[in-house]
């Protein structure tokens, strides 16, 4: 029996080369996705840093002292009235923490922000924040509301609901 032709060898090592030439591509396709995965988390950390760093500067620092000289929601609400319908300086003060938190919102929903990290450093407080504006934000209904940071609530509250459920589930069995 003879050996294989001088066109076989050639066939069968460029069918070799070409299966490397895959296998390298394939590679380079998952190694360009992992790279993409990982400057889209490195993206979305910086969002997210600079988003929770501006919580603590000294706009939301003001609107958040602002609030807190109200004894009750009501009672911000009545203010805000106020200041809205004579256009005063705080109005505008105030409505950073709104525009903060629908900007939040905004942000999670595109999947610009990730939920799970919102729920962590946020939580019930994100809560307690749309409960403490929310006669304001009903009052002013007419312009336009606040429905990012409505709909983010909801969801808040969902999982807030469903991570207690699941650890009463754990701690009974």
Known sequence: MAGPNWAEQVTAIATAVGALGLLGALGAAVFAGQQVKEARKARESQIAADFFRRWNEDALLETRRLVATFGTREDLSAAFQDFIASNADEAYVLYRELDYF?????????????????KLLLGATLIDRWEMWKPSIEAMRGTSGYPMFEALVAKMKIALVSAAGGAQMTDSS
């Open 102 to 118: 629908e900007q939040l919102a905004a942000l999670e929903h595109v999947g610009a922000f990730d939920f799970e990290l919102i």
